[in-house]
């Protein structure tokens, strides 16, 4: 049994085939750039191109994300907080808490030992407390984003963006590199700003072990180390975290086409 998941985020569209819900088959990426259906058809095919599977063999396809109505084969959509929490449990199955630092807003959930969400909170106010601004200070700096963490990582004095608006942040920023501040402290400090903002949002929640970081930036070790060193405990990360959502969504996926397997048996007998 094969299912399917897609993740259409504002920054990135990703994707994952699972088989019988428990092995992962494939996961691919692709940016949110374009036409999201168009972007999305390239993903499928690149997850079965990897998987060696034929669009058909695809049992179920379950989206989720903001752009999750807009794939008209899909055959479930799941809201982004639930998919996110499955694909956490599935990944660190004593995930009690899930945070996600995404595009276009930042936020943490509690979540039972099934992977239900219980409690959460989102800031979407501003593009200061996400990962965006990560994007716009690379570009503004003039660092390739995969740099910025390994380079953040040998700060000495990291220097806090205390600003929750984006632009004055940015202001900060300019101004750091006028007063000669190094690189590496912009960096940190950029990444301990996100983090505590991130903080903020967990003790609203709750904060209990195990915390899970899910979503894109956990492939910046960077801000995986200003998390760990803020929140003052150990956070689960994997590689496969940063499909957490598209992950998540085929898991459910396989949980709804079982049910309905067990109702047609039901209904047949």
């Given at each position: 049994?094969?299912?399917?998941?897609?993740?259409l985020?504002a920054?990135?569209?990703?994707?994952?085939?699972?088989?019988?819900?428990?092995?992962?088959?494939?996961?691919?990426?692709?940016?949110?750039?374009?036409?999201?259906?168009h972007?999305?058809?390239?993903?499928?095919?690149?997850?079965?191109?990897?998987?060696?599977?034929?669009p058909?063999d695809?049992?179920?396809l379950?989206?989720?994300g903001?752009?999750?109505?807009t794939?008209?084969?899909?055959?479930?959509?799941?809201?982004d907080?639930?998919s996110?929490?499955?694909?956490?449990?599935?990944?660190?199955?004593?995930t009690?808490?899930?945070?996600?630092?995404?595009?276009?807003?930042?936020?943490?959930?509690?979540?039972?030992?099934?992977g239900?969400?219980?409690?959460?909170?989102?800031?979407?106010?501003?593009?200061?407390?996400a990962?965006?601004?990560?994007?716009?200070?690379?570009?503004?700096?003039q660092?390739?984003i995969?740099?910025?963490?390994?380079?953040g990582?040998?700060?000495?004095?990291?220097?806090?963006?205390?600003?929750?608006?984006?632009?004055?942040?940015?202001?900060?920023?300019?101004?750091n590199?006028?007063?000669?501040?190094?690189?590496?402290?912009?960096?940190?400090?950029v990444?301990l700003?996100?983090?505590?903002?991130?903080f903020?949002l967990?003790?609203y929640?709750?904060?209990?072990p195990e915390?899970?970081?899910?979503?894109?930036?956990?492939?910046?070790v960077?801000?995986?180390?200003?998390?760990?060193?803020?929140v003052?405990?150990?956070?689960?990360?994997?590689?496969?975290a940063?499909?957490?959502?598209?992950?998540g969504?085929?898991?459910?996926?396989?949980?709804?086409?079982?049910?309905?397997?067990?109702?047609?048996?039901?209904?047949g007998?």
């Amino acid at each position: 049994m094969i299912t399917g998941g897609l993740d259409l985020g504002a920054g990135t569209i990703k994707g994952a085939l699972l088989e019988d819900g428990r092995r992962i088959l494939a996961t691919a990426a692709a940016p949110s750039r374009g036409s999201p259906v168009h972007t999305a058809h390239r993903v499928l095919d690149e997850l079965g191109e990897a998987a060696n599977i034929a669009p058909g063999d695809v049992d179920y396809l379950c989206t989720t994300g903001f752009g999750r109505y807009t794939i008209p084969e899909r055959n479930l959509q799941v809201s982004d907080f639930t998919s996110s929490a499955r694909g956490a449990i599935f990944l660190f199955p004593k995930t009690r808490m899930v945070v996600d630092v995404g595009a276009q807003a930042s936020r943490t959930m509690s979540v039972s030992e099934t992977g239900k969400v219980l409690k959460f909170k989102m800031n979407e106010k501003c593009a200061a407390g996400a990962g965006r601004f990560v994007e716009r200070c690379a570009k503004y700096l003039q660092i390739p984003i995969e740099e910025m963490g390994p380079k953040g990582l040998t700060s000495v004095h990291p220097k806090l963006i205390s600003s929750v608006c984006a632009v004055l942040a940015e202001t900060e920023i300019i101004n750091n590199v006028a007063e000669g501040v190094p690189l590496p402290d912009i960096l940190m400090g950029v990444f301990l700003s996100l983090s505590q903002r991130a903080f903020s949002l967990m003790r609203y929640v709750g904060i209990q072990p195990e915390v899970t970081l899910v979503g894109g930036l956990v492939r910046n070790v960077g801000m995986v180390k200003a998390l760990h060193d803020t929140v003052g405990m150990d956070v689960n990360v994997t590689p496969e975290a940063y499909y957490a959502a598209a992950i998540g969504s085929a898991v459910l996926g396989h949980s709804r086409l079982l049910k309905l397997a067990q109702s047609s048996r039901g209904a047949g007998g």
